[in-house]
């Protein structure tokens, strides 16, 4: 009698655990067809401008101001626009993460995605014959989970 109440209360440990491990497994969305998690993206638009001062790169959207400290998250995607709205070919050069646009001329534009894995603080360039710094972007952890990677990420 002393075994049976033993081994059902055992039974029933195991039974409780594997149904919570499959209730967490499946509804963090791991055998779906489709993604149930909308991966974050930043999105900001920038445009360079000349003046008589020299050049600058002005927020158009999703940030403001003047050579602007742009910020994103780590673990997202950062999707930058840049705009050409100078009367002179403009190139985009982030250092330290080794990313540029192609040489833009007066009037065109190019998107950069950017998936930084690690905080940081980075300038950004007008690279054309020289590099002319402008600005930074900061890449930042905001909770522990963005630094995080694997199936479990959605449950932390």
């Given at each position: 009698m002393e075994k049976d109440k033993r081994f059902i209360i055992i039974v029933l440990i195991v039974g409780v655990v594997a149904l919570a491990g499959i209730v967490g497994f499946i509804g963090s969305g791991n055998i779906r067809h489709?993604?149930?998690?909308?991966?974050?993206?930043?999105?900001?638009?920038v445009a360079f401008q000349d003046t008589e001062e020299?050049?600058?790169?002005?927020?158009?959207?999703?940030?403001?101001?003047?050579?602007?400290?742009?910020?994103?998250?780590?673990?997202?995607?950062?999707?930058l626009t840049v705009i050409n709205q100078?009367?002179?070919?403009?190139?985009?050069?982030?250092?330290?993460l080794e990313i540029q646009t192609d040489l833009l001329a007066?009037?065109?534009?190019?998107?950069?995605a950017i998936y930084p894995v690690?905080?940081?603080?980075?300038?950004?360039?007008?690279?054309?014959?020289y590099l002319e710094k402008l600005g930074q972007i900061k890449i930042l952890t905001v909770v522990p989970s963005d630094g995080f990677q694997g199936i479990w990420k959605d449950l932390i």
């Open positions: 489709v993604q149930i998690f909308w991966q974050e993206t930043v999105k900001q638009t020299g050049v600058k790169i002005v927020g158009i959207k999703g940030i403001q101001g003047e050579n602007p400290e742009l910020i994103s998250r780590t673990s997202f995607a950062y999707l100078g009367d002179k070919h403009h190139r985009l050069y982030i250092e330290g007066p009037g065109e534009n190019q998107t950069l690690e905080e940081g603080t980075y300038n950004y360039y007008d690279k054309r014959q």
